[in-house]
């Protein structure tokens, strides 16, 4: 499922710095692109996290919301062209 050119993703993750807080804060990195996002979002698969949570920032159409569960099919996609 490809997207418009020019679209900004973003990958939220759990923030790992203050580990005293019951509830661990979420961080937000954003990219230009989906394969940039997707080479963050991997890196940080393959070291374990499995708590990201991908998309596109609006106005983006069609948005796409790209949940913890299925992180690792949207690592498995092709780049959209």
Known sequence: ???????TWYVSYIARGDMLIDRPHRATKTF?????????????SNAGDRTLIAGTI???TPK???????IPGWLDDE???
């Open 1 to 7: 499922m490809g997207c418009s050119p020019g679209m």
């Open 32 to 44: 230009e692109n989906e394969a940039k996002a997707k080479e963050f979002a991997r890196a940080r």
């Open 58 to 60: 609006n106005p983006a």
């Open 64 to 70: 796409r919301v790209i949940s913890s569960a299925a």
């Open 79 to 81: 780049p959209a062209s």
